[in-house]
């Protein structure tokens, strides 16, 4: 079993930043494929982000690449999603996740491990 807990939500204006972290307890962190999602008002979860088990890939979405970086400390348990340059559509519920499993990054339903969600609203 793997406990997520995100935090670092906030408003923010448009061009500004944010940097979210997610803690995670449970099952050695190390071995496990790191994901952030988010989900809009009214929209479907979408795939943001994700991190292999040594940091060694990263992964992103064409709408985030440039902008958003995401990063891990295996020593800390920690995750983190650096975001740059806000736009008000990265408005959202940011939701980080876990597997054991390598592949497959940006498919939701890959994903074992959830966290509550930290909100993100980006004002224009």
């Known amino acids: 079993q793997v406990t997520l807990v995100e935090s670092g939500g906030g408003l923010v204006q448009a061009g500004g930043s944010l940097r979210l972290s997610c803690a995670a307890s449970?099952?050695?962190?190390?071995?496990?494929?790191m994901g952030w999602f988010r989900q809009a008002p009214g929209k479907e979860r979408e795939f943001v982000a994700a991190?292999?088990?040594?940091?060694?890939?990263?992964y992103y979405a064409d709408s985030v690449k440039g902008r958003f970086t995401m990063s891990r400390d295996n020593a800390k348990n920690t995750v983190y999603l650096q975001m740059n340059s806000l736009k008000p559509e990265d408005t959202g519920v940011y939701y980080c996740?876990?597997?054991?499993?390598?592949?497959?990054?940006?498919?939701?339903?890959?994903?074992?491990?959830w966290g509550q969600g930290t909100q993100v609203t980006v004002s224009s």
């Open positions: 996740a876990a597997k054991g499993d390598r592949g497959r990054y940006n498919y939701m339903s890959t994903y074992n491990y």
């Open positions: 449970g099952r050695t962190f190390g071995s496990l494929t």
């Open positions: 991190i292999s088990w040594n940091g060694g890939g990263t």
